[in-house]
Nanobody, 116 residues
Framework: EVQLVEFGGGLVQPGGSLRLSCAAS????????MSWTRQAPVKAREFVAG????????RYPNSVKVRFTISRDNVKSMVYLQMNDLNVDDTAVYYC?????????WGQGTQVTVSS
């Protein structure tokens, strides 16, 4: 059974930072493309970061580029999202995503709220 468990969300003031973590099990993590997506109320889910399994290449949309950094630890089967200079538009539920053997899996999500 594939399990993705996110943690590290919370309430942060504008300009602050948070680091999200995701623990993966049930997949060959080192062969999985890992991503973070987010969904704000009444908005569609949005891709925010991805990291390849082969060369650890990363990709980001312009909305978070420079501010967010995704990384992975294939030994621990963990993926991280460092988020800096957060603003109110970053408020959303953040989901860890694994793409493995042509299937996509998501965790339950962790809430990030940016507010003063």
């Amino acid at each position: 059974e594939v399990q993705l468990v996110e943690f590290g969300g919370g309430l942060v003031q504008p300009g602050g930072s948070l680091r999200l973590s995701c623990a993966a099990s049930g997949v060959t993590f080192s062969r999985s493309i890992m991503s973070w997506t987010r969904q704000a109320p009444v908005k569609a889910r949005e891709f925010v970061a991805g990291i390849n399994w082969s060369d650890a290449g990363t990709r980001y949309p312009n909305s978070v580029k420079v501010r967010f950094t995704i990384s992975r630890d294939n030994v621990k089967s963990m993926v991280y999202l460092q988020m800096n200079d957060l603003n109110v538009d970053d408020t959303a539920v953040y989901y860890c995503q694994a793409d493995y053997l042509a299937k996509t899996y998501w965790g339950q999500g962790t809430q990030v709220t940016v507010s003063s």
